[in-house]
C-alpha cells in the first residue's frame, strides 16, 4: 500500500500563490491518479486535481481551472500542487489520495490519505 504525506501549507494573502506537495512512498503502475482534495469546514471534501500515474493526464474542477496546476516529479517521488491567483474560497485541508478515480462522474479518493495541510488565506 502507497503511503502518502502532504507538505507546504500556510498562510497566504488573497491573490497570492503557494505549492503543496504530496511525498509518496513508491511508485506504482496503477491506472488511477493521484488526486488532490480539499475540505473546507462545515463541507464536504471535494476534488481540486488530479495527475494520471501512466499517463500523466491531469484534471481539474471547474473552480480551480486556470489558476491550479498539477503536475510531479518522478524521481522525487512527488506530486506538486501549484496554486496561484489564490482567493478566500481555497482556504481548506488539502489531501492527497494516490487512488483517484471517477465514479458516476464524480472524483473520489480509493486509495491512502495524507494527514492534510492546511491552508489559509487572508483577505
Known amino acids: 500500500q502507497v503511503q502518502v504525506a502532504e507538505s507546504g501549507g500556510g498562510l497566504v494573502q488573497a491573490g497570492g500563490s503557494l505549492r503543496l506537495s504530496c511525498t509518496y512512498s513508491r511508485r506504482t503502475n496503477s491506472p488511477y491518479a493521484m488526486g488532490w482534495f480539499r475540505r473546507a469546514p462545515g463541507k464536504e471534501r471535494e476534488f481540486v486535481a488530479a495527475i494520471a500515474w501512466r499517463s500523466d493526464n491531469t484534471y481539474y474542477a471547474d473552480s480551480v481551472k486556470g489558476r491550479f496546476t498539477v503536475f510531479r516529479d518522478i524521481a522525487k517521488n512527488t506530486v506538486y500542487l501549484q496554486m496561484n491567483s489564490l482567493a478566500p474560497e481555497d482556504a481548506a485541508v488539502y489531501y492527497c489520495?494516490?487512488?483517484?478515480?471517477?465514479?458516476?462522474?464524480?472524483?473520489?479518493?480509493?486509495?491512502?490519505w495524507g494527514q492534510g495541510t492546511q491552508v489559509t488565506i487572508s483577505s
Open positions: 489520495n494516490d487512488g483517484a478515480r471517477t465514479y458516476e462522474n464524480k472524483w473520489l479518493g480509493f486509495g491512502s
